[in-house]
């Protein structure tokens, strides 16, 4: 039997979306007013504290140009990651 390897260290997909800004050159206001959201909502994604829904991962995906697959992936990759450390 193999044992699967995993990584100690997942980024949180708020670690993603605040690199994505830097990137861009856009603050938290900037986006929060292009998908029409509190600047908290996306504090909050960034810090960790809020999950990205279905609806805002859709928002973000038309905002940055990406598919909402890749934010809710992250975000389900990231919980799945925070599971399997508590099982431990």
Known sequence: ???KLTPSRVPT?????????ETRGW???DLA??????VQTI??????TK???PETAIELSQALGTSPE???NLEAKYRLHLAAKEKK
């Not at 670690?15 to 994505?20: D, H, N, Q, T, Y």
């Not at 504090?43 to 960790?48: A, D, L, Q, V, Y």
């Open 51 to 53: 999950q990205i829904t």
């Open 70 to 72: 890749f934010w809710t």
């Open 43 to 48: 504090n909050e994604i960034i810090r960790g």
């Open 13 to 21: 997909p708020g670690k993603i979306l605040s690199r994505e800004l």
């Open 1 to 3: 039997m193999t044992q």
């Open 33 to 38: 007013e292009i998908i029409n959201r509190p």
């Open 27 to 29: 603050a938290q206001k």
